[in-house]
């Protein structure tokens, strides 16, 4: 079953594909659409991961955090009919 990413980025509604066995999250699929380096992004959610000890409500609000910084907002994912 295939699933949509629905986003705005630099204030413009977007909307892309996502299947699981592509991307590691949703947050990977929208990066490698636009274009976004990670590998700040990766650095600091491993050092989180590791002072947080799988706290997942802190690394969800990193995550968020970090992308909305990037221009990501309104992030949603549903089911393709």
């Known amino acids: 079953m295939a699933f949509r990413i629905r986003y705005h980025y630099r204030k413009q509604q977007k909307e892309i594909g996502y299947a699981n ?43 968020e955090e970090y992308f909305r910084k990037l221009g990501v907002t309104q992030i949603s994912i549903f089911r393709e009919e």
């Open 21 to 63: 066995d592509k991307h590691h999250s949703i947050y990977d699929a929208i990066a490698a659409a636009e274009g976004l380096n990670l590998a700040e992004f990766r650095r600091m959610e491993d050092q989180l991961a590791n002072i947080s000890r799988n706290d997942k409500k802190t690394m969800k609000e990193f995550r």
